[in-house]
């Protein structure tokens, strides 16, 4: 299966603690967003990458947040000092390249499920 | 600003009912794409189907149809002839701009719309 993976599937740390998430998106896709999605509520868009560079953020990327994407492949998504208000689900999705209709659709991973105690 | 509305919370059928799922949008762009999207308890968004703006032809794949009306900003979403295996979260979701380098590539999602098919 070449679908969007992220890792770990589930975090569970203390507040204050800072913690890593991974996404590895569809092979030869070249945009990879993160979202995250409390309980309840639709996904809320973080921000976007096209090939390593990052090109939209969210308000809701607060200087604590940060996601590189060094060559164009996966990413990781950072959070420094985690509040509980960070618990959540992150989702990593990934697009094609391209132009046309299909540029436009967006895969999502299975995510990863932050608590912060 | 985008706006995703799905006034339906939840929605209990008995299997082989026919379920209609509503989202309404609001945006001052003229080109635009919505989508909708199934979260099954497992958590992983399963693309169901995208139209752009100019393209208000409705579709019917299997069970599944969607209605889009421009006038009334609606993108709809009607499961024949449910099943249980139909129990899961919908989303409806819009993105502004068409094509590679045109408007954001953000998706705006609506609360969703918990659809339980009772067998």
């Known amino acids: 299966d070449t679908g969007v993976s992220q890792n770990p599937r589930h975090k569970i740390t203390k507040r204050g603690q800072n913690v890593t998430f991974r996404c590895d998106p569809i092979?030869?896709?070249?945009?990879l967003y993160w979202y995250r999605q409390t309980l309840g509520q639709g996904p809320e868009f973080l921000t976007y990458?096209?090939?390593?560079?990052?090109?939209?953020k969210s308000r809701l990327l607060s200087d604590r947040f940060s996601a590189e994407r060094p060559k164009g492949s996966f990413s990781t998504l950072e959070i420094q000092r985690t509040e509980q208000g960070d618990s959540a689900m992150y989702l990593c999705?990934?697009?094609?390249?391209?132009?046309?209709?299909?540029?436009?659709?967006?895969?999502f991973g299975p995510g990863t499920r932050l608590t912060v105690l | 600003a985008q706006k995703v509305t799905q006034a339906q919370t939840e929605i209990s059928v008995v299997e082989k009912e026919d379920v209609t799922l509503d989202c309404v949008y609001e945006?001052?762009?003229?080109?635009?794409?919505l989508f909708w999207y199934k979260q099954p308890p497992s958590g992983e968004l399963v693309f169901l189907i995208r139209?752009?703006?100019?393209?208000?032809q409705n579709e019917i794949s299997g069970r599944y149809s969607w209605n889009f009306q421009k006038s009334t900003s609606s993108f709809n979403f009607t499961i024949t002839a449910s099943q249980v295996v139909d129990s899961a979260v919908y989303f409806c979701?819009?993105?502004?701009?068409?094509?590679?380098?045109?408007?954001?590539?953000?998706?705006?999602f609506g609360k969703g719309t918990k659809l339980s098919v009772i067998p």
């Open positions: 999705a990934s697009s094609p390249p391209g132009q046309g209709a299909s540029v436009n659709t967006q895969y």
């Open positions: 092979s030869e896709h070249n945009r």
């Open positions: 990458f096209q090939n390593e560079a990052q090109l939209e």
């Open positions: 945006t001052r762009d003229t080109t635009y794409y």
């Open positions: 139209r752009n703006s100019f393209d208000e």
């Open positions: 979701a819009l993105r502004i701009g068409m094509g590679s380098g045109a408007g954001s590539y953000q998706l705006t």
